[in-house]
């Protein structure tokens, strides 16, 4: 009932705004404005409380001293901006020199739950065109939609953006220019609209919508009514346009009148009043003044339009411009009309006759628009001060009254209609102002008469006044200041001052305008508040009775916010205060604040309602307000039903126990033996879980408070409800109603009843005692005997009238049972929820047994759809709790951990019919879980299933370590769940599902090579071929075809396995990454063949799902998606497996090679195609270029992969001990149609080189064509006699005088050999003179050089027996 400001918006993303606008300029303060700071730090600490000490608020958005030092820092760049908000408060500008940023309304959830507006950055660039333009002044004008089902939310944003160039041009809320129009050659000053608004009295002026622009020596206005149509014209051409592709046509100009504003040395601002008809006697004064004693006088006052100038000489200036005496300024349009049909027709003919050039075409586009004269206009009259310069003026909702602000640090109230300064305010430097309009409410007329008299307006000037740091309201003509808030000193107050253009008298009809009048931006927080003001501090009568009440409810306030206040003193003041007030909307608002207060006891809150409700009946019924006597009796009413549960809870009486027989309880122990395990388990599970922060006042055991309860409540009549709320609010009350009965601690049946006889609902009641059951799970599996007492109370409450219907048939499902169903079904406290639906199953089916004796009177035992249901959901429940045990398994230590995920029955019947698997597979990433290791675990379930003693041998070992004990339970309970769902959990599903949870894990972190590997190996586990297909085809095309032809490229490119960097920059994984995820790649590419190929020989499975879980509905499982895959074309994945192979040895052995320059045009097109499709393959015979360059890179395959062996054999693990690589280019050689005979005899050659004589001879016996192997390998064993005979560096005598008994032919032969070619060149005599040998047997008798393999065997005898 008070001047307030509130938050409605906030801003995001300022700091990026400010780094965008500001990037090019430093952000420190100039030293010029320090000096500004410290010559003006006066003290003005006590500036607030002129004329009304008491309308200061206290604590409305004050800043704290943190807040101010960061303003200093960073705010003061916002003074420096073009800054416009629009009325609607969905869009907002925020311009400087060439660059603006705009910033759009979304919605977002807060922490709270609640939805709050923000304002968010949705574009930003740059708006000038012509160079050296600044933005000089900017509006956002909403434009009104024209759907009839319009409410009054504008269709669109146009932002009119003013240069320093003269231009205006106007933008789309996306930065699509529609219109730019150059008015006038001087930089405009100030941007201004008026929007049409209903009139208030028969008599005043039906306003029409203008756009008015200032120039420093002229003034244009754009009448709204064309300017809407053309700019909705525009908008629509543009979306045309985009929408086709084509460009945009520009449109023809607006029109416009033009005024050369005279008779005042500097103009800064201005306002447009409108259109105004003179009275005759204010016709024939001006008359006679203007055209003196003999001046005619017309019939009918002519229509004039106001405008009001600010600056100097004089200091303000009035103007009128008689309506019809200046037209549109149209000539320009028809000259560019005519220019653009000449130019259109110069440049077809141009075009067919062969004239046209490009050249040409550029000078004309550059042409300066020709700029109109204006029509001059003189100042009628004005307020003549040569000292004194206007920088402002904002003129007032119904245009009667101006503010104006000057360099004085004045702000000067004008009376519009008569000229005149009615009011000035002192001591408001660089101030900025603002209007609010406030309507009288209906009913607050204390004295109306039988006819209802028309409703009464306010205005308030809003003053912000930067230099103090402070915001006032001050009532108009000569109100009090009625309001004042502390706020930043470098806030912006931003008030639009029109509303929608486009809305007339017959649209607006009905409309909901929902506009902010006066806005601050604060940009140290974001925060936009507005200001809102009752009307009836518009009121001037100091006596009046309402504020009396406002005095005696500010009286309250503080006493409710003194904490040190005796509850004794607090109950008779606030008593006095409320039976003293007498209006019965202030003391409704006084009684509401003092019920929400956290102070006050209950015994107090409780004695003052009383009092007060009895003080109402005492009075005239006719007299008393309807909706206080509610309040009182309903608020009286909740107090005393919190203060009997309260007494309850304090008795300390036990629950006594008479509803539960002897046989329920037995069932009930029974079914809790059975799930004993896992729910013991399961609390050791959750009770070790990580530790977490909590806060005494946010547990659900600290009592809770009145006002809480009293928030939570609503009383309608006899009945109370409870009202929705957060689950946390629920669980808090129902623990509060509850808590005390479960334990066992609290009288159940005492409160119950007093539950019943307040009338709360029992469903609502149940609700509670769920919510507080399934939320408080951890103490509730500590206090064993909590399930009787649940139990108890569940019995107690069905037992409620209204709880399950007399009317009910056992064939049809109970809404009461149902509730409790749906309940336990939806909550992620697994083990509370069993226990709820193990103790409601009894009861319900007790209770079904009653009805069926009092029905039928018959022995045999009732079945009904109710209790199918019940144990369809127990034993949903048991899996759910047996998966949520499996879930809470930590990971171990060293792996990223996470959050551990919850599941419930509704979960996971809505994930379909994959969501149990896929949240197996979720466990097995946590727990970084080997393939390997999963199908051991997964063995165990088979040996389960056939054995049970496949424990006991193993009990045997000696002591096993932590890791090894903690593996075995997680098999365990991995076993477990897999035995309770058979078909969910299949192997083959489990390593579907887990493969695909793998590579989406590696497709996050292309790093984890290791990722991508394992999930190829858990592809490999699976059993099925068309699954197997179907999962490889859709990583294929998901995740790896993309990177895959990325790396082929860079590859391509570069020549050779690329660089770290490049791989990075390119694929998106560093080298070593890459080389992993090709070798996955050539491993999927191989399953999906063999996939291919049994596809033909195995049936696809049949996908079921265990029986309680048939209901499952959601999206369509992995498998399914498998199965739905089309087939893939054999040919096109091996030549894809191919390619991969060739990179991949690429990036393994580091070779120079253009992988794709291996193929032929028809090869290179059909790569990183659809699998499935059918593409034109290479065939037949080769290109022999390209064959001999992919031999020549095989070739270096197998000499990089010899070299590896030989770093493996000098030092251990520094090189590749993979051997497969020879079987794989020779696999390779028949693809790429290579004679693999010379891939043979280059491995043998290249292993005796790097003196691996043993594996050299292994490989000789497959070797086809052995003479030219043996003279290879003869030269090679030259090199080696040469190096041991020639250049070791110690020649024995032995050796010279062998060497001087050689043959001649020989001698001269092993000179010319040149040992640095040898890979390995000491190799032992014995290793040279097998290999002679072997050469012996392979060299025919007949061949060239079988005599030198002779002399060469008797010198490497003779060397040996030498030594």
């Known amino acids: 009932m008070s001047c307030c400001l509130f938050e409605f918006c906030r801003v995001q993303e300022l700091k990026a705004v400010r780094e965008f606008l500001f990037q090019n300029q430093q952000n420190n303060p100039s030293l010029g404005d320090k000096k500004t700071e410290n010559e003006l730090a006066w003290d003005d600490s006590d500036w607030g409380s002129w004329d009304n000490p008491e309308a200061k608020e206290d604590g409305s958005g004050t800043t704290t001293g943190v807040e101010e030092d960061s303003a200093a820092g960073s705010a003061p760049w916002l003074q420096d901006c073009v800054v416009s908000l629009s009325p609607c408060s969905d869009l ?16 977002r959830t807060d922490d709270g739950g609640r939805e709050e507006m923000t304002l968010a950055v949705s574009w930003s660039g740059t708006l000038s065109t012509e160079e050296g333009e600044s933005v000089s002044s900017v509006i956002c004008i909403p434009l009104a939609s024209q759907k009839r089902s319009s409410t009054g939310r504008p269709d669109w944003t146009c932002i009119v953006v003013g240069f320093s160039s003269g231009y205006v041009r106007f933008y789309t809320e996306s930065g699509v220019l529609l219109l730019a129009q150059l008015l006038n050659e001087d930089p405009v000053l100030r941007l201004k609209c008026r929007t049409y608004e209903i009139p208030r009295h028969p008599g005043v002026t039906e306003q029409h919508e203008e756009l008015s622009i200032l120039y420093p020596a002229a003034l244009v206005t754009i009448d709204g009514f064309s300017l809407f149509q053309s700019l909705r014209a525009c908008r629509n051409q543009v979306a045309r346009a985009a929408a086709a592709g084509s460009e945009v046509v520009h449109p023809p100009p607006l029109a416009y009148k033009k005024w050369g504003l005279q008779d005042m040395d500097t103009i800064v601002d201005h306002s447009s009043v409108g259109i105004m008809t003179l009275c005759v006697f204010d016709q024939m004064k001006n008359a006679s003044i203007l055209g003196g004693f003999h001046a ?12 009001i100038t600010v600056g100097g000489g004089p200091y303000t200036g009035f103007y009128y411009a008689i309506e019809g005496s200046s037209q549109p300024l149209l000539s320009h349009v028809a000259l560019a009309v005519a220019s653009k049909l000449t130019s259109a027709l110069f440049s077809a003919a141009s075009g067919w006759l062969g004239w046209k050039k490009q050249s040409e075409e550029e000078p004309t586009q550059k042409q300066k628009p020709k700029v109109e004269p204006a029509t001059p206009m003189a100042v009628r009259f004005g307020l003549p001060d040569s000292r004194r310069h206007g920088e402002f003026i904002c003129l007032s909702p119904c245009n009667t009254l101006a503010g104006v602000t000057d360099d004085f640090g004045r702000v000067t109230l004008l009376d519009v209609g008569r000229g005149i300064a009615i009011r000035m305010w002192k001591g408001y430097r660089d101030a900025q102002l603002g209007w609010v309009q406030v309507s009288e409410g209906r009913g607050e007329r204390e004295s109306s008469p039988s006819a209802p008299l028309p409703r009464r307006h306010a205005q308030f000037l809003v003053i912000y006044a930067p230099r103090r740091g402070i915001l006032e309201v001050w009532g108009t003509q000569q109100g009090p200041r009625v309001g004042a808030f502390t706020v930043g000193k470098h806030c912006r107050l931003l008030y639009a001052g029109y509303r929608l253009m486009g809305v007339n008298s017959v649209t607006s009809q009905g409309w909901l305008l929902h506009t902010q009048q006066v806005c601050l931006f604060d940009p140290v927080t974001g925060a936009l508040r507005t200001v809102t003001v009752p009307f009836h501090l518009a009121l001037s009568d100091k006596k009046s009775e309402r504020a009396k009440d406002m005095h005696l409810l500010k009286r309250l306030t503080t006493l409710l916010k003194s904490r040190e206040v005796e509850p004794d003193i607090l109950e008779s003041e606030a008593q006095s205060v409320l039976l003293d007030i007498k209006h019965p909307a202030v003391k ?3 009684l509401e604040s003092l019920l929400a207060n956290k102070n006050a006891p209950v015994s107090c809150l409780t004695n003052i309602t009383r009092v007060l409700l009895a003080s109402l009946k005492g009075q005239d019924p006719e007299a008393v307000d309807e909706g206080l006597f509610q309040l009182c009796s309903s608020q009286l009413k909740l107090l005393q039903l919190y203060t009997d549960i309260q007494q309850l809870h304090s008795t300390g009486e036990a629950t006594t126990d008479t509803h539960t027989e002897p046989a329920e309880v037995a069932g009930i122990e029974e079914e809790l033996a059975r799930v004993s395990p896992t729910l013991q388990r399961y609390a050791e599970l959750t009770s070790g879980s990580r530790p977490s922060v909590s806060f005494a006042l946010d547990s659900p055991d600290a009592s809770l408070p009145v006002r809480s309860f009293l928030s939570q409540m609503e009383c309608e009549g006899e009945e109370i409800r409870v009202l929705p709320g957060s689950n946390a609010d629920w669980t808090q009350l129902g623990s509060f109603l509850f808590w005390g009965c479960l334990t066992g601690e609290s009288p159940l049946q005492k409160v119950c009843n007093t539950l019943q006889k307040t009338g709360i609902s029992p469903q609502q009641l149940l609700s509670l005692l769920l919510s507080v059951w399934l939320h408080r799970e951890k103490e509730v599996l500590k206090k064993t005997e909590a399930v009787r007492h649940l139990h108890t109370l569940l019995t107690a409450l069905s037992s409620m009238k209204g709880a399950v219907e007399e009317s009910w048939d056992m064939q049809c499902v109970s809404p009461w049972w149902q509730q409790v169903r749906s ?50 959901c127990v034993r949903q429940l048991e899996d759910v709790l047996s998966l949520q045990t499996l879930l809470c398994v930590p990971p171990p230590q060293g792996t990223p951990g996470s959050a551990t995920p919850h599941c419930s029955v509704k979960t996971l019947l809505e994930g379909g019919r994959g969501g149990i698997a896929d949240s197996v597979a979720k466990w097995v990433f946590r727990q970084d879980l080997a393939p390997e290791q999963l199908k051991d675990m997964l063995q165990r379930r088979g040996e389960a299933e056939s054995t049970e003693q496949s424990s006991q041998p193993e009990q045997g070992k000696g002591e096993k370590s932590q890791e090894d004990a903690a593996f075995n339970r997680a098999a365990e309970l991995l076993v477990s769940v897999c035995q309770r769902f058979p078909d969910s959990l299949s192997p083959d599903l489990l390593f579907a599902h887990c493969c695909w949870e793998y590579v989406v894990q590696w497709n996050k972190d292309p790093e984890e090579g290791r990722y991508l590997c394992w999930a190829v190996e858990h592809l490999k586990l699976v059993s099925s071929p068309h699954i197997q297909l179907g999962i490889s085809s859709m990583m294929w095309n998901t995740f790896i075809v993309k990177c895959f032809s990325a790396a082929a490229f860079l590859i391509e490119k570069v020549g050779k396995a690329p660089k770290d960097r490049l791989c990075r920059r390119d694929v998106g994984m560093g080298d070593c990454a890459m080389t992993s995820f090709l070798g996955s790649c050539v491993q999927l590419l191989q399953i999906l063949m063999e996939a291919d190929s049994g596809v033909e020989e195995v049936t696809p499975p049949e996908l079921c799902v265990e029986e309680v879980w048939g209901g499952a509905e959601g999206p369509a499982s992995l498998a399914e998606l498998a199965l739905e895959q089309k087939g893939v074309h054999y040919p096109l994945v091996q030549h894809h497996y191919l390619l991969a192979s060739l990179l991949h040895t690429a990036m393994t052995f580091s070779l120079r090679v253009k992988p794709l320059s291996l193929f032929d045009s028809k090869g290179k097109n ?3 195609r659809e699998l499935s499709s059918i593409q034109l393959m290479p065939s037949g015979d080769m290109d022999p270029g390209l064959v001999s360059l992919r031999q020549e890179f095989l070739l270096r395959v197998l000499t990089g992969w010899v070299t590896t062996q030989r770093e493996a054999v000098d030092g251990p693990g520094s090189g590749s001990g993979d051997k497969t690589w020879p079987s794989l280019c020779l696999d390779l050689g028949l693809l790429l149609q290579v004679n693999p005979d010379i891939l043979r005899r280059h491995l043998v050659c290249e292993l005796y080189n790097q003196g691996l004589d043993p594996r050299a001879e292994q490989v000789m016996f497959e070797v086809e064509d052995k003479d030219v192997l043996g003279s290879q390998l003869l030269v090679l064993t030259g090199q080696r006699l040469s190096y041991s005979l020639l250049h070791t560096q110690t020649q024995t005598r032995p050796a010279m005088e062998l060497l001087a008994r050689l043959p001649p032919t020989l001698c001269t032969w092993l000179k010319a050999m040149d040992p640095s070619e040898l890979g390995c060149p000491s190799v032992p005599l014995s290793q040279t003179s097998r290999l002679v040998s072997r050469l012996i047997e392979i060299l025919p008798e007949n061949h060239g050089q079988y005599s030198l393999a002779l002399h060469l065997l008797e010198a490497v005898e003779d060397l040996q027996r030498e030594d």
């Not at 907002?92 to 919605?107: P, R």
């Open 92 to 107: 907002m500008v925020v311009a400087k020199d060439h660059k603006a940023v705009f910033l759009s309304a979304k919605w």
């Open 296 to 307: 005619s006088v017309k019939g009918s006052p002519p229509a004039m339009s106001q405008y």
């Open 588 to 590: 409704k608002q006084a």
């Open 823 to 872: 309940a336990c079904v939806q909550s992620h406290s697994s083990a509370a929820a069993l226990l709820a639906a193990i103790v409601a199953h009894r009861a319900a089916k007790a209770n079904i047994t009653i009805l069926a004796e009092t029905k039928f009177q018959s022995e045999w035992e009732a079945v009904s759809l109710e209790l199918e249901q019940w144990a369809v």
């Open 1166 to 1168: 059909a790569f990183f």
